[in-house]
């Protein structure tokens, strides 16, 4: 069974760093075909996606987030990554994992998302 684990989050000041974590168990990364994303989500607002990086190594970013957000994969340990710099208040919100895509031979599914966690950014 395909599980997303989140770690990292939390209060962190405008112009802080955290760097959120997902650990994936149930497939192996350097096996599967699948597209790794961090969506975030405000109370009252539509979840915007982040971060994408695909299997090859191509990431996209909201226009929001790019130069200060790096998203990243490690097929060693199985886990996603985002790094945020330069926070802001306005990126305060539940931040997610997912992956999409093909997952290997003993997989069915191909949709998944970690728990969420918070992340506030404020004074």
């Known amino acids: 069974q395909v599980q997303l684990v989140q770690s990292g989050g939390g209060l962190v000041q405008p112009g802080g760093s955290l760097t959120l974590s997902c650990a994936a168990s149930g497939f192996t990364f350097s096996r599967a075909i699948v597209n790794l994303m961090w969506y975030r989500q405000v109370p009252g607002k539509e979840r915007e996606l982040v971060a994408r990086?695909?299997?090859?190594?191509?990431?996209n970013y909201a226009d929001s987030v790019k130069g200060r957000f790096t998203i990243s994969r490690d097929n060693v340990k199985n886990s996603e990554y985002l790094q945020m710099n330069s926070l802001k208040p306005e990126d305060t919100a539940v931040y997610l994992c997912h992956a999409a895509g093909w997952f290997g031979p003993d997989v069915t599914g191909n949709d998944y998302w970690g728990q969420g966690t918070q992340v506030t950014v404020s004074t």
């Open positions: 990086t695909n299997s090859a190594g191509r990431t």
